[in-house]
């Protein structure tokens, strides 16, 4: 073995191919398969050995697992049947991307560590400023905000708490005293995020009929707040709530965020990819306000998880709290100040090249190519939410959001749970059944890569069926 | 277009093929290629469109700028050459399972939305429990310890910062009050992660002659800190330090963290791997009395980045900080407590399926082909260190640790940039200038996945040349 252990360029190309050929039969076949992984905990890890091996087992046993043992334990995101949770949906451009990004194996932390990773991240991320209609002040290139990939929304919500805190302890503001706001409905990454940042007070602000949030109830809590002593800080807008796609009044929270000097967020996690079509952009009116603005790719831009993207209005507090540089990091030219370092951007140092896999959805589709599955999918929710309002037994409870509908039995919570159990029965269907406070729903949220029609026709017969 | 504008599994097939060739065509030429990139800040966006593409481009645009656009913006990480920061190492088997997740496209925030996911990671890191030779309490299966895979050490590091904040503050403890610990050695993350968490007071504790943390020093500022009315909450000892692999007495600072109720991380992100050996887990002595534990398979163990690792030995101050439950994310499985839903566990709520390349590295490589790498990495280091020792002009200015080598010119800091410049001005050579306080050194870290003793002799050649 004149290389050790290593597997070979040669036996990269030959079980490359196995796995370029697996990964495309799973395409295949992802449609035929049961959805929902049925295995019971522990049956996974009882089929893997107590201890890890000692010798090195041929790359036919790896390929092997995957089928049977794998594939058992996964629910199939990539169903076109999947309507549950919000899509995590993928490509074949952002998949060859990640192979490629890990193949090359080079670290974005510094310019210096692969100039090329920290430029194309910056370009993209400013194209995408044009085509989600954001203003040009959040683009690297001009300044002074910025855009940055990062893991999940929840990092970037909980990051842009950690600024915005340091931003008011710096103003003189003792921790103890600061306060984060957002909606009820606010994901809970918005509470978690603050938490975890250190806040004490976090609070959930009413929300109207539709479930978005009242800004006369933010003006009243921060006002309150204010009286008691305490130091309003930052507050969350939602375009599209989790629970049932509500969209925040954005630019009246951007009115109460500025006159009171709070950080205004906006969490566009899952409709953020909607903004490319114009006709939806009036939903984020009062964004070009916002101190930050973030929105998944990997949820519903054909881009695999993980690439979430996090812009900045303004990059100086951002990179005040997380910039250090110790000796070994230093190279002429960061010290050049021609040149951004992500490492600044976030809270992880090393970071990988997820920016190609965003270039290449972008280039692979055109604007013109993700415009039209967008427009697709938000059809398809429409057409559903018309065909619930037309049912007598079933309502919704909500607005049609985007591409998501929430609907429920007429005859209240238990038809309801059992309805959503009727369509999960189903191995070619998935939906989440959820709750606002006691109402029991069932979320259907259109948008996997290959769900047409004929899946929206077959889930409907199956909500009829049960209904 | 039957299928919209998708890339289909056929065409999936024939590009994934062409992009494992283009891949296995880079692992063979990366030893030929300029190490270090030489654009200029711009160079690379220069090379791209003002504005996004409106209609879609053919596969072969992409590939084409592989080598047009990105490839001259990459610095090398994967070259044999590469003696920079630390490695990071990768492999085919690695890079297979990245693509297959890619693919899979699962999610496994919940235990439910794919048991694979988070099954194959817990028993994996259990695994790994017994091979770095850690006590049986961090296992998920045993607890009340576990392990989980994050991004980075510097998340994991400022995860436990959090949650031993949290602990405090239950503990009636302000968190104004608040103290951590490091010495002055501590990686930029340790600092970091505290200020992040919103700790406003860090300590960096003095080090000795060989530049470990000084328990004395450590015991002696927690009773200052203690008698001035703060909160001494938690301290991190380095098992192999960024600057010169210093390893912290980590037995030391066990005793004077459990005297004074301190939280204890220990932060091996490079050096853990070499505990697979035996021979080098004495330097890790007493970590088996931590609260927590983290390293990097993503520097050296063949796995691309991201996978770092955490073992918490008590998982219940770490689901306490984190758990929430919104009505979208409950099912039967998590209510049943016969499973743990690892999005408790890290502040990202969504994660991919990075266990996979774990598993697949170490079955192909198995546990004897994975320390026959270190060992062999290990024994250049150290006979590297000899070489130095031996030479007239050149002196260490840290015991060799593990695979570092940290040296300098004997005649003082403009001759040791100097070598440290004629190193890297060569295309096949790559080393970090570093600093001690004023005194300038040359890192040496060897760890990249095909370098063998060819490459550190041609190193030692270059060194030798300009020394």
Redesign the interface.
């Given at each position: 073995m004149p290389?050790?252990?290593?597997?070979?360029?040669?036996?990269?190309?030959r079980?490359?191919?196995e796995?370029?050929?697996?990964?495309?039969?799973?395409?295949?076949r992802v449609g035929e398969l049961p959805i929902a992984?049925t295995?019971l905990?522990?049956?996974?890890?009882a089929r893997?050995p107590e201890?890890?091996?000692?010798?090195?087992?041929p790359?036919a046993?790896?390929l092997r697992d995957?089928d049977d043992?794998?594939?058992?334990?996964?629910?199939?995101?990539?169903a076109p049947g999947w309507f549950a949770?919000f899509p995590?949906?993928?490509?074949?451009?952002?998949?060859?991307a990640?192979?490629?990004a890990?193949?090359?194996?080079?670290?974005g932390m510094l310019?210096?560590?692969?100039?090329?990773?920290t430029?194309?991240e910056?370009?993209?991320l400013d194209?995408?400023v044009?085509?989600l209609g954001l203003p040009p002040h959040f683009k690297t290139?001009l300044g002074p905000g910025g855009g940055v990939i990062q893991?999940?929304?929840?990092?970037s919500t909980?990051l842009v708490h950690?600024v915005a805190?340091d931003r008011a302890?710096r103003g003189g503001a003792?921790?103890?005293d600061l306060v984060a706001y957002g909606s009820v409905q606010a994901?809970?990454?918005v509470?978690?995020?603050a938490?975890?940042?250190?806040f004490?007070h976090v609070r959930s602000v009413d929300v109207d009929g539709v479930y978005a949030l009242r800004a006369d109830a933010l003006s009243e809590a921060i006002e309150r707040d204010r009286a008691a002593g305490l130091v309003p800080t930052i507050v969350t807008s939602a375009v599209g709530t989790?629970?049932t796609g509500a969209v925040d009044p954005v630019a009246e929270v951007a009115d109460v965020a500025l006159e009171h000097g709070l950080w205004h967020h906006v969490d566009a996690a899952w409709a953020g990819s909607a903004m490319l079509c114009e006709e939806q952009r009036h939903h984020q009116a009062g964004a070009e306000r916002a101190d930050s603005y973030t929105f998944n790719p990997?949820k519903w831009l054909?881009t695999?998880?993980?690439c979430n993207v996090l812009w900045v209005a303004d990059r100086a507090p951002l990179i005040a709290?997380?910039s250090?540089?110790?000796?070994?990091?230093?190279n002429a030219?960061s010290e050049?100040s021609?040149?951004i370092d992500y490492r600044d951007w976030h809270?992880?140092?090393?970071?990988?090249f997820r920016a190609?896999k965003l270039w290449?959805v972008?280039?692979?589709?055109?604007?013109?190519?993700?415009r039209?599955?967008l427009r697709?999918h938000i059809a398809l929710a429409a057409e559903l939410g018309r065909r619930v309002d037309e049912h007598p037994r079933l309502e919704r409870v909500a607005p049609v959001s985007f591409a998501l509908v929430c609907l429920r039995h007429v005859d209240g919570d238990d038809a309801t749970d059992a309805l959503a159990a009727a369509i999960n029965a189903r191995p070619d269907l998935c939906v989440?059944?959820?709750?606002?406070g006691d109402m029991r729903f069932v979320?259907v949220a259109v948008g996997q890569?290959?769900t047409t029609a004929v899946d929206v026709k077959r889930l409907w017969e199956a909500i009829t069926g049960a209904a």
């Open positions: 290389d050790g252990f290593h597997m070979t360029p040669d036996e990269f190309r079980h490359g191919q796995v370029v050929e697996w990964v495309a039969e799973y395409m295949e992984s295995v905990p522990g049956d996974i890890r893997l201890a890890a091996p000692e010798e090195p087992e790359f046993a790896l995957l043992v794998v594939l058992p334990g996964i629910t199939h995101w990539q949770y995590a949906n993928a490509s074949g451009p952002s998949i060859l990640e192979l490629v890990a193949g090359l194996g080079a670290q310019w210096a560590t692969s100039p090329a990773l430029e194309i910056a370009h993209v194209w995408l044009d085509l290139a893991m999940s929304a929840s990092d909980h950690v805190r302890v003792s921790i103890a994901h809970s990454s509470e978690r995020g938490r975890v940042a250190g004490s989790t629970g990997h054909f695999n998880f993980d709290t997380l250090s540089l110790p000796p070994y990091l230093r030219a050049s021609e040149v809270v992880p140092l090393g970071r990988r190609l290449w972008l280039r692979s589709y055109g604007a013109t190519g993700l039209h599955h697709e989440t059944p959820s709750a606002i979320r890569t290959h």
